[in-house]
T-cell receptor, first 116, second 111 residues
């Protein structure tokens, strides 16, 4: 069964450093998402991406964040200058085209980001 | 504002039924989802319901929706140890690509 993959599974970085979290969505999917979950808190929507542009973003997704689909396969989340409060589990998700009425999102296993 | 609330923990004995509850805020037509997360894994969609439905059954899973109270529940019949996981309720905000998740309910099944 096709699945969403994410790398790395765990990333440790120092405050102020840039990180790139990588995701490979399911190959024929059209919509892509990033979520984060701070330990013990809710899963929070960050951004959605469709047709090579951001379709929606939350207030968390400020200028420090960016997303890219550089090669039609990978979908990346970049944090330019990490802060301690960016420590969280980051989930990537993808969804098929508009014909899929259920709007089912398929999630990756997550990348745990630890900022020290 | 948009919010989805869940209780944090539930413990049941193997073979019993589990009922996981969720309240949501948006009263417009929308899809509501239940996801399961096992340790080290991503979120797996278990079932969903559209807000014009009251109930949906899928094998051991039954979803009940009370639109008046904006209350959603997931009942797992004959709960097994393999059902131990975190269960997330989620809501698709109508007219957007945005999904709002609850904090998750950690279900522990005792043998």
């Amino acid at each position: 069964e096709p699945e969403v993959t994410q790398t790395p599974s765990h990333q440790v970085t120092q405050m102020g450093q840039e990180v790139i979290l990588r995701c490979v969505p399911i190959s024929n999917h059209l919509y892509f998402y990033w979520y984060r979950q701070i330990l013990g808190q809710k899963v929070e929507f960050l951004v959605s991406f469709y047709n090579n542009e951001i379709s929606e973003k939350s207030e968390i997704f400020d200028d420090q964040f960016s997303v890219e689909r550089p090669d039609g396969s990978n979908f990346t989340l970049k944090i330019r200058s990490t802060k301690l409060e960016d420590s969280a589990m980051y989930f990537c998700a993808s969804r098929g085209g508009v014909a899929e009425l259920r709007y089912e999102q398929y999630f990756g296993p997550g990348t745990r980001l630890t900022v020290t | 504002g948009e919010d989805v609330e869940q209780s944090l923990f539930l413990s049941v004995r193997e073979g019993d039924s589990s009922v996981i509850n969720c309240t949501y805020t948006d009263s417009s037509s929308t899809y509501l989802y239940w996801y399961k997360q096992e340790p080290g894994a991503g979120l797996q969609l278990l079932t969903y319901i559209f807000s014009n439905m009251d109930m949906k059954q899928d094998q051991r899973l039954t979803v009940l929706l009370n639109k008046k109270d904006k209350h959603l529940s997931l009942r797992i019949a004959d709960t097994q140890t393999g059902d131990s996981a975190i269960y997330f309720c989620a809501e698709n905000i109508p007219g957007t690509y945005k999904y709002i998740f609850g904090t998750g309910t950690r279900l522990k099944v005792l043998a």
